[in-house]
């Protein structure tokens, strides 16, 4: 879809009409490059572009109408899991902070698998984060719940303006792949094709395996938007919360925590303070007794030969954190 006119910078700029700032709303949601030209006030929650995600939630209630099923249910938890390993282990751990290398084949599937979760694509997510750790805590972050409060910090700061513009200048070294800068142009392709695909397995086990008790409602509501949103929520309790609740093992210059529940609800994201006290190691969990599932993930995925170079946590700092 190519970028309104309006928001062609090579064009004058007048004050667009209100059919025109719907047409620009509507391309946002389809495609970024329009909210990137977009250079209206960015501190500002824009409710049009914001309208899909909100509607994710209000879709969450269809369950008292769909009913549930194991299946369903089990359909739900799978794709948390592996999303959340997705985001934890790529578009964190691998795309923003280079712990590990790996192949452009599996660098292009967990992309594709991290884009499915509604958290935008993998070069708008490794910006936005380099950016956090640049500024931990300091006006120029902008979901530290210290400088900006609770909600902003968890949602609000997704929804806003310049929240969806991607810091080109941070991720260079990613930006050079075409099917990256594919993914995070149409965002919401990935979802979508999700969305419909598990309405057509719940359709498709309603005909053929009845005893399951499902239908395609009931996979597009559990499947995808309960799935989806529970997922969204517990990925960015690591900027509100684990900036606020937990014990801070290292004296970083951040307010960041080490937060057990957080690290079992996240795979290991929890252990927020080790991490933002060295951010160079895969494994986020320092103590044998820190439960760290993505990197037991990325273990396995180095024993099938997936993922290699794994960096370790330093001998130094594993030292520091024992004398704790
Ligand atoms: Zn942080
Ligand atoms: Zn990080």
Known sequence: ?????????????????????????????????????????????????????LAMHLACLAVFWVGVSHI?????????????????????????????????????????????CVQRGPLWWAAHHRNHHRHADTPNDVHSPVVHGLWRSHVGWFLTRGGFRTDWERIRDLARFPELRWLDRYDILIPLLLAVALFLLGGWLETAAPELGTDAWQMLVWGFF???????????????????????????????????????LTFGEGWHNNHHFFPGSARQGFRWWEIDLTYYGLRTMAMLRLVHDLKPVPAWVAAKARAS
């Not at 064009?11 to 977009?38: G, H, K, L, N």
């Not at 948390?80 to 280079?98: C, D, E, L, P, Q």
């Open 72 to 116: 369903a249910v089990a359909v739900a938890v799978v794709l948390y899991a592996v999303r959340m390993f997705a985001i934890t282990g790529f578009y964190h751990r691998y795309f923003s902070h280079k712990t590990f290398r790996t192949s452009r084949a599996v660098q292009f599937t967990f992309a594709l698998i991290g884009a499915s």
């Open 226 to 264: 309960v799935s989806t949103i529970v997922l969204f929520h517990a990925t960015v309790t690591i900027n509100s919360l684990a900036h606020r609740f937990g014990k801070r093992r290292f004296a970083t210059r951040d307010d960041s925590r080490n937060n057990l529940w957080l690290a079992l």
């Open 1 to 53: 879809m190519p970028v309104p006119a309006t928001l062609d910078p090579s064009q004058p700029s007048t004050a667009p009409s209100a059919m025109q700032r719907t047409r620009i709303a509507v391309a946002r949601w389809f495609d970024t490059a329009a909210a990137e030209a977009d250079n209206a006030d960015s501190e500002r929650i824009d409710w049009l572009r914001a309208l899909p995600f």
